[in-house]
């Protein structure tokens, strides 16, 4: 099945779904931005659709309109869209309710979340990214499935309040662990020392914690309980008293874990 497929939004989801939803078959009719310029900066990937910096879509041609930004944003512009009747509206979020998009014109709603971290310019497949869909009633939900799945075969149906625990667990499997990468970067900065030396222990750790699960691959001196040397890092991060802080409290985690 093919879909006439709106998208509103023009940041970094946006940025890729729409072209992966065209080469998977189905139309894009419309992208909208507050912005006209950056809707065009996404029409531009794709082969007719048309950039739009209004919320009447009463005229459109599309099915699925697909709500693509910031958490904040979503229930201004889920209030404020004019859709067509039978319609279906969906948003990307990881964290906010189906409920959310109960005031909007849509006939019906759901949530279509891609898990995966996106950011423009950078290359993503996606058919290697999972798909978290809900959608109260059934016809809606089969609809998504056939979205999602042409797209990736990594498709689940997951509730909001579980979808909540799972975006919370990404954070700390992504983001967290990038802003660690980036404490990393500024202490061997600090050092005069070359990042390139820690990337092949970046490279190993994920894929070890992979492998192993987390908990077993977990090394360092915290899991060895060498106090020694876990005070003796605590002193040399005292020029920093945040960076001290985060590191005596990851350390006494990996410890009671």
Same mark, same amino acid.
């Given at each position: 099945?093919?879909?006439?497929?709106?998208?509103?939004?023009? =940041?970094?989801?946006?940025?890729?779904?729409?072209?992966?939803?065209?080469?998977? =078959?189905?139309? $894009? /009719?419309?992208?909208?931005? @507050?912005?006209?310029?950056?809707?065009?900066?996404?029409?531009?990937?794709?082969?007719?659709? *048309?950039?739009?910096?209004?919320?009447?879509?009463?005229?459109?041609?599309?099915?699925?309109?697909?709500?693509? &930004?910031?958490?904040?944003?979503?229930?201004?512009?889920?209030?404020?869209? $004019?859709?067509?009747?039978?319609?279906?509206?969906?948003?990307?979020?990881? /964290?906010?309710?189906?409920?959310?998009?109960?005031?909007?014109?849509?006939?019906?709603?759901?949530?279509?979340?891609?898990?995966?971290?996106? %950011?423009?310019?950078?290359?993503?497949?996606?058919?290697?990214?999972?798909? +978290?869909?809900?959608?109260?009633? *059934?016809?809606?939900?089969?609809?998504?499935?056939?979205?999602?799945?042409?797209?990736?075969?990594?498709?689940?149906? &997951? @509730?909001?309040?579980? @979808?909540?625990? &799972?975006?919370?667990?990404?954070?700390?499997?992504?983001?967290?662990?990038?802003?660690?990468?980036?404490?990393?970067?500024? $202490?061997?900065?600090?050092? =005069?020392?070359?990042?390139?030396? +820690?990337?092949?222990?970046?490279?190993? /750790?994920?894929?070890?914690? +992979?492998?192993?699960?987390?908990?077993?691959?977990? /090394?360092?001196?915290?899991?060895?309980?060498?106090?020694? %040397?876990?005070?003796?890092?605590? @002193?040399?991060?005292?020029?920093?008293?945040?960076?001290?802080?985060?590191?005596?409290?990851?350390?006494?985690? $990996?410890?009671?874990?």
């Amino acid at each position: 099945m093919k879909f006439k497929i709106a998208i509103l939004g023009a =940041g970094n989801v946006a940025w890729h779904l729409a072209p992966a939803l065209e080469d998977a =078959g189905h139309e $894009i /009719t419309e992208v909208y931005a @507050r912005d006209l310029e950056k809707a065009k900066q996404i029409t531009e990937r794709v082969y007719s659709a *048309e950039p739009k910096d209004d919320l009447d879509f009463s005229e459109s041609k599309a099915q699925i309109f697909i709500l693509a &930004v910031k958490d904040s944003a979503i229930p201004e512009v889920a209030d404020e869209v $004019i859709l067509p009747e039978g319609s279906i509206l969906v948003h990307t979020s990881g /964290t906010m309710a189906l409920d959310v998009l109960g005031y909007s014109s849509a006939s019906y709603t759901g949530i279509f979340y891609p898990l995966q971290s996106f %950011t423009k310019g950078r290359k993503i497949e996606l058919d290697e990214v999972p798909f +978290l869909l809900e959608a109260e009633d *059934e016809e809606t939900l089969q609809k998504l499935k056939k979205l999602a799945k042409s797209l990736s075969p990594l498709t689940y149906v &997951v @509730r909001s309040k579980d @979808r909540k625990g &799972v975006h919370v667990a990404a954070v700390f499997a992504s983001n967290f662990s990038n802003h660690m990468i980036r404490i990393a970067e500024e $202490i061997m900065r600090r050092q =005069g020392a070359d990042f390139e030396m +820690l990337k092949p222990l970046i490279i190993e /750790t994920i894929s070890k914690s +992979l492998q192993l699960g987390a908990k077993n691959a977990q /090394t360092g001196p915290a899991i060895r309980e060498d106090y020694e %040397t876990l005070e003796d890092h605590h @002193r040399f991060l005292r020029y920093n008293e945040s960076l001290a802080e985060i590191y005596k409290l990851i350390s006494q985690d $990996i410890i009671d874990g």
